[in-house]
Structures are given as structure tokens and as C-alpha cells.
């Protein structure tokens, strides 16, 4: 690749997984890759020089997000996904998206992003994990953040973080729309101990906890990590 210097196939399958996620730490990196401190930040900095990186601050004494340029995706193979756009309102929920990813497929999880989701699902022409939902009268699609793929071939499993409380009605309709799903296995949420809450009250209603299971986040608190 003209110009690029110093980046390695390791290196574009780094670019590829932050473009694949659209946004991510370098803690969160250095997880789902098993590198040290000093690699992680190594083969993030030469990324980020050869302008397949960049990095955004939006949160006062908050770690930067890696997100990937327009050049980075096409180094991946990654420009059907598009660039990402992180803001103030989301960055926490990306930061802790991200968080989860590289938790779960360094344990050996195969995962698909929404973005990923949203771009197989228009490819298809059907929906592989997205759901209906009712929102105020209206039908609407309803995507996780995160899709676990059965590597046996079975049904996909949403994936979903919650880090703060969402309204009830919201809540119970998209709860609805998991149960009511026939091309997932289920959904499974990570969730802080008070969306947690607000989370079984809405399984409760529809009558999905054979179908909906949620899981303390996996770590102590619900705010994304600073970086090692």
C-alpha cells in the first residue's frame, strides 16, 4: 500500500476489527488480540500514522475511541460498512459495545456488529437478527448491537448492552419483538444493575424469560474502561 509504512497483515486484521465494530479502545485492542500495554499502543500509533485510524475525544476524562478512516475500511475490505459517526449522546454505549466485544471473542465467540448485521441483512434481503417492533403504532426494525453466530449453523442470538434505563413501553416492545422472533435463538443482555432491574419487569410482561436472558455486565462497573 503506497505510503503506508510499518503496518503489518496483523495490523490490517486490527484496522479490520475496529472498522468491523466502528468504533473501540485501545484497551479493548489489546484484549481481543492479546497484546501488552506497549504492542497494543505500538501497532495502534503506526495505524493511526499511516491514516488508516484516527482517534476521537468527545468525553471529558474519558480514553479516546479508535475509530476507522475511509482508508483504513478499504486497506480492510471494510467499505460497504461506511465510516462511523461516534457522538457525546452514543460514545459511552460504543465504548462498552466495544468492551464486551473483545471480552467475548477473546474467549472464542463469533461475532457480527450492527453494522455488520445491518449490511448482511440488506445483502440477504431478510432478517437474520433484526426484530419488529411496535413504536407508537408503527412497525419498526429493531437491531442488537452485537449478534453471537452459531458456528454449528443454528439460530443467531441477539446481543444487547444496556447501560442505562429505557421506558417501559420501549422496553417491553422490544422485549416483545425477541420473544416473538423466529429466526433467533433469543436475545441475551448485558445490563448495569438498574436497566438490569427495569429489564426483568419487561420480561416479566411479555412472558420471555425462556427466551431472554440477562447477565450482569463483565466488569465491576457499568462506565467504559480507562486504558491500561
Known amino acids: 500500500m503506497g505510503g503506508v509504512v510499518r503496518v503489518t497483515d496483523r495490523d490490517r486484521q486490527l484496522v479490520g476489527w475496529v472498522g468491523r465494530l466502528g468504533a473501540a ?14 504492542a497494543g499502543y505500538r501497532r495502534v500509533a503506526a495505524c493511526i500514522e499511516a491514516g488508516l485510524l484516527d ?13 476507522p478512516t475511509r482508508r483504513g475500511l478499504r486497506w480492510a475490505g471494510l467499505e460497504a460498512l461506511g465510516p462511523s459517526r461516534v457522538g ?22 463469533l461475532l457480527w456488529s450492527e453494522r455488520e448485521l445491518r449490511h448482511h441483512e440488506r445483502e440477504a434481503g431478510r432478517l ?27 439460530l443467531p442470538v441477539a446481543i ?9 413501553r420501549r422496553l417491553s416492545s422490544i422485549c ?6 423466529r429466526h433467533i435463538a433469543g436475545a441475551r443482555y448485558y445490563a448495569a444493575p438498574e436497566p438490569a432491574r427495569a429489564l426483568e419487569r419487561a420480561i416479566d410482561t411479555v412472558m420471555a424469560h ?7 455486565l463483565p466488569w465491576n462497573d457499568h462506565q467504559p474502561r480507562r486504558d491500561p
Not at 210 to 216: A, E, F, K, Q, S
Open 55 to 67: 482517534r476521537v475525544r468527545l468525553l471529558y476524562g474519558a480514553p479516546a475511541l479508535l475509530v
Open 25 to 38: 479502545g485501545v484497551a479493548d485492542v489489546s484484549v481481543r488480540f492479546g497484546l501488552g500495554r506497549t
Open 128 to 154: 437474520i437478527a433484526s426484530v419488529e417492533v411496535d413504536r407508537r403504532g408503527e412497525r419498526r426494525l429493531h437491531r442488537p448491537d452485537l449478534v453471537l453466530i452459531d458456528r454449528a449453523g443454528g
Open 176 to 181: 416483545r419483538g425477541y420473544a416473538r422472533a
Open 160 to 168: 444487547e448492552v444496556e447501560l442505562t434505563v429505557k421506558g417501559s
Open 210 to 216: 425462556d427466551l431472554i436472558d440477562v447477565r450482569p
Open 88 to 109: 457525546v449522546a452514543t460514545f459511552g454505549h460504543w465504548a462498552a459495545t466495544a468492551r464486551l466485544a473483545a471480552l467475548l471473542e477473546a474467549r472464542g465467540a
